[in-house]
């Protein structure tokens, strides 16, 4: 039984369309030896070509920006479901064949080489996960005094930062806050020239930002304005760069 047909990867790179020699292990059987002189690119691909985004492609994006924007970003979900799914299939599909007594040798080494993609998916949505559930235990009140807020989140992250906020209000009521005067008995005070006690998102935090296209011109800070064309690199405030991570003009790396 042959794998090549519809595995893992032509899936993965190319949604909705055909298989094509532009699979994995296409590439990896005509993939040139250490010896053969193969010339390096002198740029990434991205500063030549426009190829649509895999979902696979997608998922590292939203990754890499969630772990590192100071904010939380609006959730992937309908990604995340899609990948998922497809990734249960193809474990399923896997089990399969590594049982199936007519499968050759050479067609067992490549169930492995899926079997490690599969992993390789699986690590990047656990972390994509955990950065998010991070945020949302840190910023927990901030989440639920911010309406706005609650609609990036899903319905599952919205119970449990509510779920959270009203045990660490609990926690501090029964540990400390009981003992204390009736009016400084809460956790949301705003007295003036006091830093706020709701802990909120950091946006005026540094961040290093790639643009993914030529982007519109942005205000930096001291007033002076940064363009921003395809491919370059720039350390500024998150504030600056928040709109065009949004609108996946520019990545955070």
Not at 182 to 201: A, N, Y
Request: net charge negative; proline share 7%; charged share 30%.
């Amino acid at each position: 039984m042959d794998v090549d047909d519809d595995d893992f990867f032509t899936n993965l790179d190319r949604p909705g369309r055909a298989a094509n020699n532009n699979t994995f292990q296409e590439r990896l059987r005509r993939a040139s030896r250490d010896d053969d002189g193969a010339e390096i690119p002198d740029a990434p691909p991205f500063m030549f070509e426009e190829e649509e985004e895999t979902p696979l492609q997608q998922l590292i994006r939203h990754w890499m920006n969630e772990r590192h924007s100071p904010d939380i970003l609006p959730n992937e979900g309908e990604l995340l479901a899609g990948l998922l799914d497809h990734i249960r299939s193809q474990s399923e599909t896997v089990q399969l064949l590594r049982t199936d007594p007519s499968s050759s040798e050479e067609e067992h080494f490549r169930i492995v080489l899926v079997q490690t993609e599969v992993e390789r998916v699986k690590f990047i949505v656990r972390s994509y996960l955990r950065t998010r559930l991070f945020k949302i235990e840190k910023f927990a009140r901030y989440i639920m005094t911010n309406p706005q807020v609650q609609q990036q989140l899903s319905e599952s992250e919205v119970g449990h930062a509510r779920r959270f906020a009203r045990l660490t209000d609990q926690h501090f009521y029964h540990s400390v806050l009981q003992s204390l005067p009736e009016t400084q008995q809460t956790l949301d005070d705003q007295p003036p020239f006091v830093p706020s006690m709701v802990t909120e998102p950091d946006k005026g935090r540094a961040v290093f930002v790639l643009a993914r296209q030529d982007c519109p011109p942005v205000r930096l800070p001291d007033g002076t304005a940064l363009d921003m064309r395809k491919g370059h690199i720039s350390l500024t405030p998150y504030s600056v760069v928040e709109q065009l991570v949004a609108r996946g003009e520019a990545e955070l790396v």
